[in-house]
């Protein structure tokens, strides 16, 4: 019975010592994975001295942040995802002007077939030929749709699914827009 109650006492104590942990460390863990995603999120804005700074949520909407230069707004910075590349998920963070011109695509996680898929990686030529177009007045469409946009031969379906997540995006644009918070200095 004593090896029992040694045992049970120690588990005991070693599980109030790994919560009392717990609760003095989780504040300084959540602020170092906010630190990390913004970092992370910088790198889907094209001017290195831009900052990012997080707005609140509108109803139910993905999370929004705004970018700004020397204190004054650039614009808006959301994630986008499609399911519907060639071996499914893909995800990016999209970066627009206040009035939703894309300013950069950073993907961050697909599955893509390698030296094909590639086309979706940042500073991509295909990538690339977004920057400029207007998510809501200039319709994001194949150059075969009568659209701008030039798909790759041999990622066709990679291509389609880019377009599917700007064009779902909207939505979030819009949200974003309709936010009245100004960036703090």
């Known amino acids: 019975m004593k090896?029992?109650?040694?045992?049970?006492?120690t588990g005991g104590l070693l599980a109030l010592?790994?919560?009392?942990?717990?609760?003095?460390?989780?504040?300084?863990?959540?602020?170092?994975?906010?630190?990390?995603?913004?970092?992370?999120l910088s790198r889907a804005l094209p001017h290195p001295d831009e900052t990012v700074r997080p707005l609140p949520p509108k109803g139910g909407t993905s999370e929004i942040y705004w970018s700004a230069q020397a204190?004054?707004?650039?614009?808006?910075?959301?994630?986008?995802?499609?399911n519907a590349g060639y071996s499914g998920k893909i995800e990016a963070?999209?970066?627009?002007?206040?009035?939703?011109?894309?300013?950069?695509?950073?993907?961050?996680s697909h599955k893509e077939t390698p030296g094909i898929g590639h086309i979706i990686e940042p500073d991509q030529p295909f990538i690339r030929q977004f920057e400029g177009i207007n998510l809501l007045s200039d319709g994001i469409h194949l150059r075969s749709n009568g659209g701008a946009i030039d798909a790759v031969t041999g990622a066709t379906i990679t291509s389609r699914a880019i377009i599917d997540a700007l064009t779902r995006s909207q939505a979030t644009f819009i949200a974003a827009r309709g936010t009245t918070r100004e960036i703090d200095g």
């Open 3 to 9: 090896p029992a109650l040694i045992l049970a006492t």
């Open 17 to 40: 010592i790994l919560a009392l942990l717990n609760h003095w460390t989780a504040p300084q863990i959540l602020e170092r994975e906010a630190e990390a995603k913004l970092a992370a």
């Open 71 to 82: 204190s004054e707004p650039t614009g808006y910075l959301f994630g986008i995802r499609t």
């Open 93 to 108: 963070w999209l970066s627009v002007t206040l009035s939703g011109e894309i300013r950069r695509i950073y993907t961050f």
